[in-house]
T-cell receptor, first 116, second 112 residues
């Protein structure tokens, strides 16, 4: 398997523009997670899905952020409008279904977003 | 609210040294604890997962221990090598069993 795939790897955009980040999870994994990593706050969970359904979006910073998972092999994280404080590395991760104590998450390479 | 702390934030050692990285968490009601490695500009690679019922896990030169009652975990690296240089992150499942809360990591440098 190719692992979790994210695109683009780097994105530079101007304040106010719409940004869409994409993720393809590992085939057969039931869970998909979106994280944001910054120097100040470390890694933070934004939202996660189970079988394409959003389960917990309490980490989404504000209404400018939205995430969708239209099918088991694709998810998007959209920021509209983008702001300089959104600059961060965004990671997607997936996890197979299993006993709760054995969930192991597999991370993609991340998308480095810079908003000027 | 679960909080995860990793000390030290950075560590520099000579090649061949054995070392210990520390992780502490505030809520002992966890399902599991994972140690990850992150290389600069890269994603996270899972190193070890310890289930809440386990005390330790080993993989090659790595050994991770878990003491739930005291809210602590350690990652032991034996005979360190320059290739071990990376940031090591600790994460615990908290809230729902699928959710991970991360520490900010320990940046390890192994000098040849």
């Amino acid at each position: 398997d190719a692992g979790v795939i994210q695109s683009p790897r780097h994105e530079v955009t101007e304040m106010g523009q719409e940004v869409t980040l994409r993720c393809k999870p590992i085939s057969g994994h039931d869970y998909l997670f979106w994280y944001r990593q910054t120097m100040m706050r470390g890694l933070e969970l934004l939202i996660y899905f189970n079988n394409n359904v959003p389960i917990d979006d309490s980490g989404m910073p504000e209404d400018r952020f939205s995430a969708k998972m239209p099918n088991a092999s694709f998810s998007t994280l959209k920021i509209q409008p983008s702001e300089p404080r959104d600059s961060a590395v965004y990671f997607c991760a997936s996890s197979p279904y299993g006993s709760p104590s054995s969930y192991e998450q597999y991370f993609g390479p991340g998308t480095r977003l810079t908003v000027t | 609210k679960q909080e995860v702390t990793q000390i030290p934030a950075a560590l520099s050692v000579p090649e061949g040294e054995n070392l210990v990285l520390n992780c502490s968490f505030t809520d002992s009601a966890i399902y599991n604890l994972q140690w990850f490695r992150q290389d600069p500009g890269k994603g996270l690679t899972s190193l070890l997962l310890i289930q809440s019922s386990q005390r330790e896990q080993t993989s090659g030169r790595l050994n991770a221990s878990l003491d739930k009652s005291s809210g602590r975990s350690t990652l032991y690296i034996a005979a360190s090598q320059p290739g071990d240089s990376a940031t090591y992150l600790c994460a615990v499942s908290s809230g729902g069993s699928e959710k991970l809360v991360f520490g900010k990591g320990t940046k390890l440098t192994v000098n040849p």
